[in-house]
């Protein structure tokens, strides 16, 4: 199976060295980093913000630190990130911030693209207004809101940072469950997880496993 994301004898200095890493479409990696500040770095690497000291990062085969502004736009419209700060706009309503890149790629909300995000955020168990501002949310439910956005933007890259480690159990478990359940349909995506620590997510069974805490990374391909 071809790979979607690889990343190539990646090295970012104080996080990784000599990284080797492929993740097909469809395909779950459960990445390990030593602390806050190296889930940022390692994700902004990922996804093409910030470029490594060596080594490279590989979309559909396109080197994202070779690419122009315009080609790196095209290739971000695949990718979707859940991260620990959630990245909703403070003066936009929950289910604006939520159809906010639908809007923004195509110029429309499907009726089955609102119907999706409805259906989420019920089984995340989302119980406030979607016209309400962020401010106005708690921490799981601005993450909730994240989530749900990425979900409906059918992405081919989902990536993970720091969103599920101080979520209560609860709340993780849910958020997990409707993770797992989008990499269950046909046209799943990839499925990029990064956690700090040693936080524990028994309900993940991912393809791949990878500890960067570690000089060398530890690898482990679970199929």
């Not at 790196?72 to 003066?91: H, P, Y």
């Not at 940072?161 to 797992?180: K, V, Y």
């Not at 991912?206 to 570690?214: A, F, G, K, N």
Request: glycine fraction near 4%; charge should be negative.
């Amino acid at each position: 199976m071809p790979s979607l994301l690889e990343l190539r004898d990646l090295t970012i200095p104080g996080i990784v060295s000599n990284l080797d890493l492929s993740l097909s479409q469809g395909q779950i990696a459960l990445c390990r980093t030593s602390g806050e500040q190296e889930t940022k770095q390692f994700l902004r690497t990922v996804i093409g913000e910030s470029a490594p000291e060596s080594g490279s990062v590989l979309f559909d085969d396109q080197p994202l630190y070779e690419l122009d502004q315009d080609q790196l736009f095209r290739i971000r419209k695949n990718v979707a990130t859940v991260t620990a700060q959630a990245g909703l706009i403070s003066n936009l309503k929950v289910w604006e911030n939520i159809t906010l890149p639908l809007l923004y790629h195509h110029g429309i909300v499907s009726d089955q693209a609102a119907e999706k995000a409805m259906q989420l955020l019920e089984k995340l168990g989302y119980k406030g207004n979607i016209w309400a501002l962020p401010g106005h949310l708690s921490y799981a439910e601005r993450i909730m809101a994240a989530f749900v956005r990425a979900a409906i933007s059918s992405p081919r890259l989902m990536v993970y940072a720091e969103c599920l480690d101080d979520l209560p159990r609860q709340h993780r478990e849910n958020l997990l469950t409707q993770a797992i359940a989008l990499q269950d349909q046909a046209d799943a995506p990839a499925a990029l997880f990064i956690i700090t620590g040693d936080i524990q997510l028994p309900l993940l069974v991912p393809d791949i496993t990878c500890d960067l805490r570690y000089n060398p990374p530890q690898i482990t391909r679970h199929t």
